[in-house]
């Protein structure tokens, strides 16, 4: 017993000294030395995560809202799938939550008239953009249940007419929705 107990430091010991070169430096497995190696060189190698994956293209996410014929650019994740009531188009993702759908007339048809109906919202920093094609809205206010950031845009696209709003907890969100229904096309 005595043995063991002696023994069994001693191989601790020793099985760390083995993991240690001279200079009490943890040793390298040879594909990291040859990479210092190659670096030291000149030579340029990629991570071994770059070179499995496939290079992801440039640009915009565009997402295709294929019931309504349009493509809109979204964050990377997000999906569309139908709009919870009505006949449109709800695109959810990460920090984006926006519904797209062809205008009804019950929707504001100007700026102003968005703005009139933003009133009974007692609605803060109240922004207006005329659009090529339309116009956009955005807005928030403190409710009880903490703030809200809204979106409302109308666009003519195509010789059609499309609304895409948002209530969203984050301003992100609202910054994301609005980005993407500025995006809108056929």
């Known amino acids: 017993m005595r043995n063991l107990l002696i023994a069994l430091p001693l191989s601790l010991a020793l099985t760390a000294a083995a993991a240690c070169d001279s200079d009490s430096k943890p040793a390298e497995n040879k594909t990291a030395k040859a990479d210092k190696k ?11 995560d770059e070179e ?3 290079a ?3 640009g915009p996410n565009l997402l295709q809202l294929e019931k309504l014929g349009l493509k809109a650019e979204v964050p ?3 999906t569309a799938g139908d709009a919870i009531i009505g006949e449109g188009v709800m695109i959810q993702g990460p920090g984006i939550v926006v519904t797209v759908e062809e205008a009804s007339d019950s929707r504001p048809k100007t700026a102003d008239d968005a703005k009139e109906d933003a009133e ?5 920093n109240l922004k207006a953009e005329e659009l090529a094609d339309g116009w ?11 703030a809200n950031y809204f979106v409302q845009v109308r666009r003519d696209i195509g010789g059609k007419t499309y609304w895409c709003e948002t209530t969203a907890s ?3 969100q609202q910054e ?3 980005k993407a229904c500025k995006s809108l096309q056929a």
């Not at 190659?38 to 071994?48: T, V």
């Not at 009974?120 to 803060?124: F, S």
């Not at 956009?136 to 903490?146: E, R």
């Open 38 to 48: 190659a670096d030291a060189k000149g030579d340029e190698k990629a991570p071994a």
């Open 52 to 54: 499995a994956a496939p």
């Open 56 to 58: 992801k293209p440039a």
């Open 76 to 78: 990377e994740g997000a």
């Open 120 to 124: 009974m919202y007692t609605p803060q």
């Open 136 to 146: 956009a809205v955005t807005f928030d206010n403190s409710g009880s249940m903490g």
């Open 170 to 172: 984050q301003p992100e």
């Open 176 to 178: 994301n929705a609005l």
